[in-house]
Protein backbone atom coordinates (compact mmCIF):
# COMPACT_ATOMS: atom_id res chain seq x y z
CA UNK A 1 0.00 0.00 0.00
CA UNK A 2 1.51 3.34 -0.71
CA UNK A 3 -1.33 5.79 -0.80
CA UNK A 4 -4.32 6.39 1.31
CA UNK A 5 -7.08 7.03 -1.08
CA UNK A 6 -9.95 4.32 0.30
CA UNK A 7 -11.14 5.39 3.71
CA UNK A 8 -14.27 4.60 5.89
CA UNK A 9 -16.32 6.62 8.63
CA UNK A 10 -17.42 4.44 11.31
CA UNK A 11 -20.41 5.74 13.06
CA UNK A 12 -22.57 4.94 16.20
CA UNK A 13 -25.91 5.60 17.35
CA UNK A 14 -24.45 8.63 18.97
CA UNK A 15 -22.49 10.11 16.20
CA UNK A 16 -25.37 10.79 13.26
CA UNK A 17 -23.88 14.30 13.08
CA UNK A 18 -20.73 12.43 11.39
CA UNK A 19 -22.60 11.21 8.12
CA UNK A 20 -22.19 14.45 6.50
CA UNK A 21 -18.29 14.50 5.89
CA UNK A 22 -18.64 11.10 3.70
CA UNK A 23 -17.79 11.79 0.07
CA UNK A 24 -14.30 12.77 -1.61
CA UNK A 25 -11.71 15.36 -0.10
CA UNK A 26 -8.90 14.77 -3.49
CA UNK A 27 -7.72 11.76 -3.81
CA UNK A 28 -9.49 10.38 -0.61
CA UNK A 29 -13.06 8.22 -0.68
CA UNK A 30 -14.78 8.41 2.40
CA UNK A 31 -17.27 5.72 3.13
CA UNK A 32 -19.77 5.26 5.92
CA UNK A 33 -20.18 2.53 8.12
CA UNK A 34 -22.26 1.74 10.97
CA UNK A 35 -19.86 0.73 14.11
CA UNK A 36 -22.05 -2.20 16.33
CA UNK A 37 -22.72 -4.40 13.63
CA UNK A 38 -18.73 -4.89 13.34
CA UNK A 39 -18.52 -5.99 16.89
CA UNK A 40 -19.69 -9.41 16.16
CA UNK A 41 -18.35 -13.02 18.08
CA UNK A 42 -18.83 -15.22 20.77
CA UNK A 43 -16.70 -13.38 22.89
CA UNK A 44 -15.62 -9.44 22.84
CA UNK A 45 -12.45 -10.10 22.20
CA UNK A 46 -12.84 -12.49 18.99
CA UNK A 47 -15.84 -9.89 17.83
CA UNK A 48 -12.94 -6.97 18.21
CA UNK A 49 -10.48 -9.07 16.08
CA UNK A 50 -13.43 -9.67 13.42
CA UNK A 51 -13.56 -5.61 13.66
CA UNK A 52 -9.99 -5.61 12.78
CA UNK A 53 -10.28 -8.03 10.08
CA UNK A 54 -13.04 -5.87 8.43
CA UNK A 55 -11.07 -2.47 8.67
CA UNK A 56 -8.11 -4.41 6.51
CA UNK A 57 -10.16 -3.44 3.65
CA UNK A 58 -9.73 0.18 3.91
CA UNK A 59 -6.90 2.27 4.02
CA UNK A 60 -7.92 4.51 6.57
CA UNK A 61 -10.64 4.02 9.22
CA UNK A 62 -12.39 7.41 10.87
CA UNK A 63 -14.13 7.39 14.12
CA UNK A 64 -16.64 9.78 14.93
CA UNK A 65 -15.81 11.03 18.90
CA UNK A 66 -17.50 12.95 21.40
CA UNK A 67 -18.81 13.55 24.83
CA UNK A 68 -21.94 10.81 24.21
CA UNK A 69 -19.90 8.10 22.97
CA UNK A 70 -16.60 8.84 24.29
CA UNK A 71 -16.20 6.06 26.65
CA UNK A 72 -17.57 3.28 24.23
CA UNK A 73 -14.89 4.39 21.82
CA UNK A 74 -12.11 4.64 23.84
CA UNK A 75 -12.66 1.01 25.05
CA UNK A 76 -13.39 -0.80 21.72
CA UNK A 77 -10.11 1.17 20.74
CA UNK A 78 -8.31 -0.21 23.78
CA UNK A 79 -8.96 -3.50 23.42
CA UNK A 80 -8.81 -3.96 19.52
CA UNK A 81 -5.46 -1.72 19.10
CA UNK A 82 -3.26 -5.01 19.75
CA UNK A 83 -5.01 -6.43 16.28
CA UNK A 84 -5.30 -3.48 14.72
CA UNK A 85 -3.19 -2.93 11.45
CA UNK A 86 -5.44 -0.15 9.82
CA UNK A 87 -4.87 3.40 11.23
CA UNK A 88 -7.38 5.22 12.72
CA UNK A 89 -8.14 8.93 12.86
CA UNK A 90 -10.20 10.61 15.62
CA UNK A 91 -13.09 13.27 14.00
CA UNK A 92 -13.82 14.79 17.49
CA UNK A 93 -16.53 17.20 18.12
CA UNK A 94 -16.46 19.32 21.69
CA UNK A 95 -13.85 17.20 23.47
CA UNK A 96 -11.43 19.01 25.79
CA UNK A 97 -7.80 18.19 25.16
CA UNK A 98 -7.66 15.78 28.24
CA UNK A 99 -10.22 14.05 26.21
CA UNK A 100 -8.63 14.00 23.11
CA UNK A 101 -5.18 12.74 24.63
CA UNK A 102 -6.68 9.71 26.14
CA UNK A 103 -8.75 8.72 22.75
CA UNK A 104 -4.95 8.90 20.85
CA UNK A 105 -3.76 6.43 23.91
CA UNK A 106 -6.41 4.49 23.14
CA UNK A 107 -5.37 3.66 19.77
CA UNK A 108 -6.21 6.15 18.01
CA UNK A 109 -2.75 7.70 15.54
CA UNK A 110 -4.49 11.00 15.19
CA UNK A 111 -6.97 13.51 15.76
CA UNK A 112 -9.12 16.03 13.60
CA UNK A 113 -11.94 18.55 14.98
CA UNK A 114 -14.85 18.26 12.88
CA UNK A 115 -15.59 21.52 12.37
CA UNK A 116 -11.99 22.01 10.02
CA UNK A 117 -12.51 18.66 8.77
CA UNK A 118 -13.35 19.15 5.15
CA UNK A 119 -10.66 21.93 4.69
CA UNK A 120 -7.39 19.76 6.66
CA UNK A 121 -8.60 16.03 6.20
CA UNK A 122 -6.57 15.85 3.18
CA UNK A 123 -3.50 17.44 4.91
CA UNK A 124 -3.44 15.09 7.61
CA UNK A 125 -3.71 12.41 5.77
CA UNK A 126 -0.85 12.88 4.06
CA UNK A 127 1.19 13.45 7.45
CA UNK A 128 0.04 10.25 8.86
CA UNK A 129 0.60 8.43 5.69
CA UNK A 130 4.45 9.94 5.85
CA UNK A 131 4.54 8.78 9.57
CA UNK A 132 2.78 5.34 9.24
CA UNK A 133 5.51 4.51 5.95
CA UNK A 134 8.42 5.98 8.70
CA UNK A 135 7.16 3.28 11.49
CA UNK A 136 6.51 0.94 8.84
CA UNK A 137 2.91 0.18 10.29
CA UNK A 138 2.08 -0.54 6.85
CA UNK A 139 3.16 -4.17 7.27
CA UNK A 140 1.26 -6.13 9.57
CA UNK A 141 3.81 -8.14 12.42
CA UNK A 142 2.36 -11.65 13.86
CA UNK A 143 0.78 -11.13 16.69
CA UNK A 144 3.22 -13.36 19.19
CA UNK A 145 6.32 -11.06 17.38
CA UNK A 146 9.34 -10.54 20.01
CA UNK A 147 9.81 -6.94 18.36
CA UNK A 148 11.00 -4.03 20.67
CA UNK A 149 7.84 -2.00 21.40
CA UNK A 150 8.04 1.96 20.80
CA UNK A 151 8.62 3.76 23.59
CA UNK A 152 5.16 5.25 23.81
CA UNK A 153 3.02 1.34 24.32
CA UNK A 154 3.47 1.63 27.89
CA UNK A 155 -0.20 0.65 28.37
CA UNK A 156 0.00 -1.82 25.99
CA UNK A 157 2.73 -3.40 27.79
CA UNK A 158 0.84 -4.28 30.52
CA UNK A 159 -1.32 -6.58 28.70
CA UNK A 160 1.94 -8.98 27.08
CA UNK A 161 3.99 -11.40 28.11
CA UNK A 162 7.11 -11.96 29.45
CA UNK A 163 9.70 -12.00 26.90
CA UNK A 164 8.48 -8.38 24.76
CA UNK A 165 8.08 -6.97 28.16
CA UNK A 166 11.90 -8.00 28.87
CA UNK A 167 13.04 -6.47 25.51
CA UNK A 168 11.22 -3.44 25.94
CA UNK A 169 12.84 -2.69 29.11
CA UNK A 170 16.31 -3.77 27.91
CA UNK A 171 15.81 -1.33 25.01
CA UNK A 172 14.88 1.90 27.10
CA UNK A 173 17.56 1.74 29.24
CA UNK A 174 19.96 1.09 26.37
CA UNK A 175 18.59 4.07 24.73
CA UNK A 176 18.92 6.21 28.18
CA UNK A 177 22.55 4.75 28.66
CA UNK A 178 23.40 5.50 24.95
CA UNK A 179 22.30 9.23 25.91
CA UNK A 180 24.45 9.60 28.71
CA UNK A 181 21.12 10.08 31.13
CA UNK A 182 21.99 9.83 34.51
CA UNK A 183 20.61 6.60 36.14
CA UNK A 184 18.44 8.27 38.43
CA UNK A 185 16.80 10.78 36.19
CA UNK A 186 16.65 7.36 33.47
CA UNK A 187 14.63 5.32 36.38
CA UNK A 188 12.23 8.52 37.20
CA UNK A 189 10.69 9.19 33.96
CA UNK A 190 10.36 5.21 33.41
CA UNK A 191 8.81 5.57 36.61
CA UNK A 192 6.48 8.35 35.75
CA UNK A 193 5.17 6.75 32.48
CA UNK A 194 4.68 3.47 34.36
CA UNK A 195 2.07 5.14 36.94
CA UNK A 196 0.16 6.88 34.09
CA UNK A 197 0.34 3.90 32.22
CA UNK A 198 -0.96 1.34 35.21
CA UNK A 199 -3.20 4.36 36.71
CA UNK A 200 -5.10 4.34 33.09
CA UNK A 201 -5.13 0.79 32.63
CA UNK A 202 -6.85 0.47 36.10
CA UNK A 203 -9.54 2.93 35.58
CA UNK A 204 -10.34 1.07 31.94
CA UNK A 205 -10.36 -1.86 33.47
CA UNK A 206 -13.00 -0.77 36.31
CA UNK A 207 -14.78 1.82 34.20
CA UNK A 208 -13.89 4.52 36.14
CA UNK A 209 -14.45 3.70 39.42
CA UNK A 210 -12.16 5.07 41.65
CA UNK A 211 -12.37 3.03 44.77
CA UNK A 212 -13.05 -0.32 42.62
CA UNK A 213 -9.71 0.78 40.40
CA UNK A 214 -7.53 1.62 43.65
CA UNK A 215 -8.69 -1.53 45.44
CA UNK A 216 -7.35 -3.64 42.50
CA UNK A 217 -3.83 -1.76 42.67
CA UNK A 218 -4.11 -2.63 46.36
CA UNK A 219 -3.08 1.05 47.20
CA UNK A 220 -5.23 3.21 49.39
CA UNK A 221 -7.95 5.14 47.61
CA UNK A 222 -6.37 8.59 48.71
CA UNK A 223 -2.95 7.41 47.40
CA UNK A 224 -4.32 6.47 43.83
CA UNK A 225 -6.71 9.47 43.83
CA UNK A 226 -3.01 11.68 44.15
CA UNK A 227 -1.19 9.49 41.73
CA UNK A 228 -4.59 10.14 39.42
CA UNK A 229 -4.12 14.23 40.46
CA UNK A 230 -0.62 14.26 39.85
CA UNK A 231 -0.58 12.60 36.17
CA UNK A 232 -3.86 14.97 35.47
CA UNK A 233 -5.90 11.98 34.86
CA UNK A 234 -10.00 12.20 35.11
CA UNK A 235 -11.46 9.65 35.87
CA UNK A 236 -14.98 10.64 34.11
CA UNK A 237 -13.68 9.72 30.61
CA UNK A 238 -13.72 5.98 32.00
CA UNK A 239 -16.93 5.79 32.77
CA UNK A 240 -18.80 3.70 30.07
CA UNK A 241 -21.97 5.15 32.21
CA UNK A 242 -21.91 8.14 30.62
CA UNK A 243 -22.98 6.25 27.54
CA UNK A 244 -25.92 4.66 26.60
CA UNK A 245 -26.69 0.82 28.02
CA UNK A 246 -26.89 -0.23 23.88
CA UNK A 247 -22.99 1.19 23.92
CA UNK A 248 -21.35 -0.74 27.26
CA UNK A 249 -18.55 -2.98 26.31
CA UNK A 250 -20.50 -6.30 27.57
CA UNK A 251 -19.95 -9.79 25.62
CA UNK A 252 -21.31 -9.86 22.61
CA UNK A 253 -22.82 -13.34 21.18
CA UNK A 254 -24.51 -14.42 18.11
CA UNK A 255 -28.24 -15.02 17.93
Known sequence: MNTIKNAVLLIDQQSQWA?????????????????????????????LRQ?????????LALVAVSPANLSWIRSQLYYARRHLRTPILAIVRNLQAIAIQDVLDAGADDFLHADSLKTEL??????????LHKNNRYHPQPETSTEVPNANDEELLLNESSAPLDAYTAAVAARYAAHG?????AKNT???????????????????NITRAARAANKHRRSF??????????ADIYRVSAC???????????H
Not at 22 to 27: F, H, L, P, Q, S
Not at 51 to 59: F, G, I, K, R
Not at 181 to 185: A, I, T
Open 190 to 208: VVQRFEKAYIRATLVRNQG
Open 225 to 234: WELMRKHNID
Open 19 to 47: SAYAGRYKNLHVHTLAFEPLLQGDTVDQG
Open 181 to 185: QPFQQ
Open 122 to 131: PIRVKLLQQR
Open 51 to 59: WAVSLLHYD
Open 244 to 254: PDSHQFVKISR
